[in-house]
């Protein structure tokens, strides 16, 4: 058996949504076309390691071929299939996909570049808010490292499924970030002579 590893990029989530309806919300937004960024790119680059390794794309020619499948809604037609055969609804919507009943919003804190993602973070809040087990459950994180943030923008939402899950990761959130955010200008030393 022939085996290759990709390895990837793991310093931010993959795609802006962290839970199970919200990535599957998003997976059906990319499906569409609606929606673009590191998941698509990410799903292209694995999608062409595999139809090279399959012979079906010449090798250096499988990001083309997977984009064109996935840009012509072959890709979303398939999915829309395996939807089906395990007794879904193949016609739903992204915005059909319920979210738990509860949400609250994160605000930017200062204004600036986000300059780090706190991957553990995200997981316990996760975690808290009950994913995966309850199913609409998740964060939805609306900036990436390099955004340019104002304070007081939306940069987290939360969603739950119980008011005490929601209310706990909130108060997790009000001593631990999600983002560091810095202005261009890091750090300054004043009084220094030019000689």
Known sequence: ???EVAVTYGG???GNAVGPALEAREA?????????????????????ILLELG?????????????????????LEKFREIIAAQGGDSDIKPEEIPLGKYKETILSEDSGYITKVDNATIVKVAKILGTPFDKGAG?????KVGDRVEKDDV????????????????????????????GMILKRFPGLKVI
């Open 1 to 3: 058996m022939h085996v």
């Open 12 to 14: 931010q989530p993959i």
């Open 28 to 48: 059906l937004m990319a499906l569409e076309g609606k929606q673009s960024g590191s998941l698509t790119e990410k799903a292209i680059g694995l999608a062409a």
């Open 55 to 75: 012979k079906k794309a010449e090798a250096g020619k499988g990001k083309v071929m997977a984009r064109g499948i996935l840009e012509s809604g072959k890709a």
């Open 139 to 143: 964060l939805l994180l609306n900036y």
């Open 155 to 182: 940069i987290v939402e939360l969603f739950a499924e119980s008011k005490e899950r929601l209310l706990s990761a909130k108060r997790f959130l009000d001593y631990n970030r999600i983002f560091q955010t810095e």
